[in-house]
């Protein structure tokens, strides 16, 4: 309280699991944290339950960094990169 030049405690919602950015009440994700994304009711959903080897993902479609071991394809899903020459 800058008139008294005292601290006060403010009232603040923590959001919901695996989510970083969120509405004043806690029950609205707006952005998830690294290996999730934002589901269509504003929950966090793991990349890797719905995008098989994705890391990161902007979608339940789309990933946009795959684990170890695995590359990004050109339709946002991870494969294994091809081990043959000139490939």
């Not at 006060?8 to 695996?18: L, Y």
């Not at 707006?30 to 929950?43: P, S």
């Amino acid at each position: 309280d800058p008139s008294t030049n005292t601290c006060i405690t403010s009232a603040v919602q923590s959001c919901s699991a695996n989510c970083v950015m969120c509405s004043s009440s806690g029950n609205i994700c707006y952005e998830c944290g690294i290996g999730y994304y934002v589901a269509n009711d504003f929950t966090c959903f793991t990349c890797s339950g719905v995008i098989p080897n994705c890391a990161d993902c902007v979608n339940s479609t789309s990933c946009v960094l795959c684990i170890d071991g695995f590359i990004l394809a050109s339709n946002q899903t991870c494969i294994v990169p091809c081990h043959v020459t000139n490939c």
